[in-house]
């Protein structure tokens, strides 16, 4: 029979582990509890689903084209004040909000959309223009794990699983604009 002096490195490190384990987690909470920043600016799954995204009036942003340098061909002369980069001034980039989507078109008057879509398994963002639906990023959260499947470039879908329970972020571009429809399935 073993004694209690047997014990005592077993116990010894059972006590240790146990103590690491309690100062990790009570160090990670205030981490852990911290929302990620521009969390207020997401729509949740039931804004979305009762249109409360949209609600608010378009707003509209102005910025400036980004300057592009012009490229002077080679010679064999010493270099002249015409061959450093000139910016050129082209027209500006104006930014809008339309149905959730932040709308961004370019001077050639090209539309580009873009939305993050949170949901209890985790968060999306979705960009789409002239057509073409694209996945930004799709981070699952804790106990989720996300698919995608894109059969076509105008059709997309987010999927973030855990056993019986699924949230689908379905993207389709339609009538010259993206479609989004949110669902949560079992749960």
Known sequence: ???LRNWMPTLGWLAATAT??????????????????GEETLASVHEL?????GDEPPLTVTTPAQPTPSVASPSSAPPSAAATPTPSAGAP????????????????GVATYLRSFRVEGGQTVVRASRGRVQLVTATPGPG??????QNTPDNLAVFFLETNHHFVIHVVWRDDAPFAQVSEIGG
């Open 1 to 3: 029979m073993r004694t």
């Open 20 to 37: 690491s384990i309690a100062l990790a987690s009570a160090a990670l909470l205030p981490v852990l509890r911290t929302a990620p920043a």
């Open 49 to 53: 689903r009762r249109g409360g995204a």
């Open 93 to 108: 980039r104006t930014t809008t909000t339309r149905d959730g989507w932040t709308v961004t078109t370019d001077a050639a």
């Open 144 to 149: 989720y794990s996300a698919k995608t499947v």
